[in-house]
């Protein structure tokens, strides 16, 4: 069957530290994968986009890869801030998609204690 | 430059009851996506409207319809509620002929509780 996970369980980290979160799919062949931040009682928020032909993308403190044999992408925080607490999402579109629609795991929280 | 807008931002029904939640795209976007997100899970994929009509389906039953209106406003509808329904429904927005390489714009939701 299809599936797309991340953590479950919540991520605690140091002020200042690097955060890596995983997120791992099986049995799709995804065009592009997103990262979007949500935080509690909003929308998510986009983050990064990552193409199937691209290892690797960078936005500031942000930085995501996406290793299409290993089926999985990370999504790492440099420098951590308390402010980036929140709910981090990953989200594929499957390669036989033309509309955009986004298939999500159920997202991994982050807390960066200061 | 608006962003998202849905309305209302909280509703309470009971089982068997219909529903309307309303959604407004960013300015300039042309496609509206409906997702339910369910407590501590990611969004899923309800439906996607363009140009009027709907364009693409996720699993959910026939009780979830929608429309897309003129000026590219949406509205989806939820008849005869299950307890099950509560979640929060998410409307995203974006432009045709570049959705699938571009990022979703999404509201902050209606939250829907069935008694």
């Known amino acids: 069957s299809q599936k797309i996970e991340q953590n479950s369980e919540a991520l605690n980290i140091q002020e200042g530290k690097t955060a890596t979160l995983t997120c791992n799919y099986t049995?799709?062949?995804?065009?592009?994968l997103q990262w979007y931040r949500q935080d509690p009682g909003r929308g998510p928020v986009f983050l990064l986009l990552?193409?199937?032909?691209?290892k690797e993308k960078r936005k500031e403190r942000l930085k995501v890869t996406f290793d299409t044999t290993l089926k999985q992408s990370l999504f790492h925080i440099t420098a951590s801030q308390p402010a980036d607490s929140a709910t981090y999402l990953c989200?594929?579109?499957?390669?036989?998609?033309?509309?955009?629609?986004?298939?999500f795991g159920q997202g991994t929280t982050l807390q960066v204690k200061p | 430059d608006a962003g998202v807008t849905q309305s209302p931002t909280h509703l309470i029904k009971t089982r068997g009851q219909q529903v309307t939640l309303r959604c407004s795209p960013k300015?300039?976007?042309?496609?509206v996506s409906w997702y339910q997100q369910a407590l501590g899970q990611g969004p899923q994929f309800i439906f996607q409207?363009?140009?009027?009509?709907?364009?693409q389906r996720g699993n959910f039953p026939d009780r979830f319809s929608g429309h897309q209106f003129p000026n590219y406003s949406s509205e989806l509808n939820v008849n005869a509620l299950l307890l099950g329904d509560s979640a929060l429904y998410l409307c995203?927005?974006?432009?045709?002929?570049?959705?699938?390489?571009?990022?979703?714009?999404f509201g902050d939701g209606t939250r829907l509780s069935i008694l």
């Open positions: 995203a927005s974006s432009l045709a002929g570049t959705a699938i390489n571009q990022p979703q714009h």
């Open positions: 049995n799709y062949s995804p065009a592009y």
């Open positions: 990552i193409r199937e032909n691209e």
């Open positions: 989200a594929l579109v499957p390669g036989s998609s033309n509309t955009g629609k986004l298939i």
């Open positions: 300015s300039g976007h042309d496609t």
């Open positions: 409207y363009y140009e009027e009509e709907e364009r």
